[in-house]
């Protein structure tokens, strides 16, 4: 698989991959804005057939240090652009309690960095969660005089039995329900990832697995889910795609299964529709913005919407459209 990958871009382990700051409607039920860092460090020892994350990783472990000196940087032109900000999401494309991704002798360090933030949020593969996880959230709640608290992201990805072993992700339902639990008893908050139209998977099938997804993550205790549409680009979804074994996702696959998502989630938790590089998915320029847009106002109030009716495309309408081309 990595044999079919493009080149892999330069980076510097003590510079990081990027930071932007959003709105997101936070776990108490209302608007907070939160900055995201995008920390560079070594790759994710899993290789998921269908992830282009090792383009912001390296190919070898950072020294100490080197992590604390890039959020230094974000937190730096963070504050000189006064973005402000409630949470922050330390995304180091892989798992954040990767030893070898993240040297466990920085977390002290990155705990004092981050402190005045209400809520912290870290990636993890479900076998990584465990005893430093309750260390760093410890940590945390004495470096911020306990007003931080911790929440973990963890890649669900499908609960299809068909795809799910496919992936190379080497995660099963049970060890992600133990995990899930786990966070639970220690007083973690869990925000999951799930994919919309991922390998192997039917397109008839994609959207019900999806919301199938969803709704298994919500019963494990996820407060948050995020559907992410499957993006290409990695070589081996390319030769996935050739064999028919890939078929990429629209805009209306994400659509549909935000609407069946929030439907669902009946109030238990909070979905997110995935909305960055959006418009590689569209089919019809005329409709795209309207459509990005409800999208968002959803990501905001957790209601359905109307879906929005293109003259030109459908664009949604009040029910599953055919893929097209406008022209």
Not at 221 to 235: D, K
Not at 297 to 321: D, F, K, L
Request: aromatic share 6%; hydrophobic share 45%.
């Amino acid at each position: 698989m990595e044999s079919l990958r493009p080149a892999r871009p330069t980076l510097h382990p003590r510079e990081p991959a990027g930071w932007l700051v959003e709105s997101e409607l936070g776990a108490e039920g209302r608007m907070v804005k939160s900055l995201t860092a995008f920390l560079t460090n070594r790759e994710c020892p899993w290789r998921c057939v269908y992830c282009d994350l090792w383009k912001f990783a390296l190919a070898d472990s950072v020294a100490p240090g080197d992590v604390p000196a890039q959020l230094r940087r974000i937190l730096l032109e963070h504050a000189q652009r006064e973005c402000g900000g409630e949470q922050v999401k330390l995304y180091n494309a892989g798992s954040f309690f990767d030893a070898r991704a993240i040297p466990e002798s920085d977390d002290a360090t990155i705990q004092g960095l981050i402190r005045d933030f209400g809520r912290v949020i870290v990636e993890s593969h479900p076998a990584l969660v465990g005893a430093r996880c309750w260390r760093f959230r410890d940590g945390l709640a004495a470096a911020s005089g306990g007003q931080s608290v911790l929440e973990v992201a963890m890649g669900l990805e499908t609960v299809n039995p068909k795809v799910l072993p496919q992936l190379n992700k080497r995660v099963t339902l049970e060890t992600f329900a133990r995990a899930a639990a786990a966070l639970h008893r220690q007083g973690v908050a869990l925000r999951t990832f799930v994919l919309v139209r991922p390998p192997f998977e039917e397109p008839a099938e994609a959207i019900t697995w999806a919301i199938r997804s969803v709704d298994f993550a919500m019963e494990q205790g996820s407060t948050a889910v995020a559907l992410i549409p499957v993006r290409g680009g990695n070589g081996a979804l390319e030769a996935l795609a050739a064999r028919g074994q890939f078929h990429p996702p629209a805009l209306i696959d994400l659509e549909l299964a935000m609407d069946g998502a929030i439907s669902v989630a009946r109030g238990r938790g909070r979905v997110f529709a995935d909305v960055w590089d959006l418009a590689r998915f569209a089919d019809c320029p005329r409709c795209f913005d309207a459509r990005r847009e409800r999208l968002e106002r959803m990501n905001r109030t957790q209601a359905v919407e109307p879906r929005v009716v293109c003259a030109e495309c459908g664009g949604g309408g009040n029910g599953p459209i055919p893929r097209q081309t406008c022209e």
